[in-house]
């Protein structure tokens, strides 16, 4: 079901509110970042994750007892009734997986299921390395893609918008020490990839109304903004409150693995829904004002 939407709203008279707002959470976010870092998972760090299954529920106060006796007190234990997720600073050798094996073996049963995780120190680099520059190699094609397609000026504040999706999350994680691991890293993706495809929407109608409109102000050139935005609205409504009620499923009725994943998905969405309108129109409307007067030196070229 797709409901209507009637817009009758100024984006571009708040568009400085929006952009003050958006620069404190940046700004916020990258004090977190420089004073706490990330809450690095082991696939971003060197340890051994040990994810423990059984026929009944596994309380953490009696996992904590278990592992304490096997001589491994500095586990980190997350729960989840019949199976549970401990991750361990150090990796652990087969004889001491073993060790964890069995205590818990002779706890709860020989249906006990154990299954290991183990990065080291080399290759923790090596994935926290990778991660990075997909996102950064990620955003330059959308930037030559955007800037083709369109106009520099489209690209630049489509990059702006969609790297503003991504440091919202990656605020939010740090903020609340929330672990960050190769999950993590697919969600970013799928919020660029969300957020890049909710602007170019809005930007093909905004082009497509230029082509009708007689430009002399910078009020005509809001006024189009305005008028391009209030037409995809309901479009991007719709569409975000789809993805976001799917996200929300797999956040409550979704296992451990993908807690986080759901978790930046529902911060993405709403921070790329936010950014699509609020910061990459705005912010091309005020690259586009300072070429409104100047003469066109080619018919039919792009300013």
């Known amino acids: 079901m797709h409901f209507k939407y009637n817009v009758k709203f100024d984006f571009m008279k708040h568009s400085k509110k929006f952009f003050i ?6 700004i916020l976010g990258a004090i977190f970042l ?22 009944q529920t596994m309380p953490k106060a009696k996992v ?3 592992i304490t006796t096997a001589g491994f007190a500095n586990g980190i234990i997350t729960p989840a009734g019949e199976r549970v997720s401990i991750r361990f600073a150090k990796v652990l050798s087969q004889e001491e997986v073993e060790k964890v094996e069995k205590s818990f073996t002779t706890a709860f049963g020989k249906d006990v299921g154990v299954e290991e995780n183990t990065v080291d120190t080399t290759l923790a680099q090596e994935l926290a ?53 190769l999950t993590f890293v697919a969600a970013i993706l799928t919020i660029v990839g969300y957020s890049i495809n909710d602007t170019i929407v809005i930007f093909d109608r905004i082009r497509e109304n230029l082509r009708f409109s007689k430009l002399k102000n910078y009020d005509d050139l809001k006024h189009l903004v305005n008028v391009s935005v209030g037409q995809t609205f309901t479009r991007s409504i719709n569409t975000v409150l789809m993805v976001f ?27 790329g829904a936010y950014s699509s309108i609020m910061i990459a129109s705005p912010l091309w409307a005020l690259m586009k004002k300072g070429s409104l007067n100047k003469p066109k030196r080619v018919a039919g070229a792009k300013d």
């Open 21 to 26: 707002f958006s620069i404190d959470i940046t």
């Open 34 to 55: 420089l004073s706490e870092g990330f809450n690095r998972g082991v696939d971003f760090k060197s340890g051994t994750t040990l994810d423990i299954s059984a026929s």
């Open 64 to 66: 904590q007892e278990l």
């Open 129 to 181: 390395s990778k991660a990075i520059y997909a996102v950064l190699i990620a955003s330059l094609f959308i930037l030559v893609y955007v800037a083709l397609r369109f106009e520099w000026r489209f690209g630049i504040a489509a990059i702006v918008a969609l790297l503003h999706d991504a440091f919202i999350v990656i605020s939010v994680f740090s903020i609340f020490h929330i672990e960050v691991n």
């Open 245 to 271: 009620l799917g996200a929300l499923l797999l956040f409550i009725f979704g296992g451990e693995s993908i807690r986080n994943f759901s978790l930046a998905m529902l911060i993405g969405l709403v921070s």
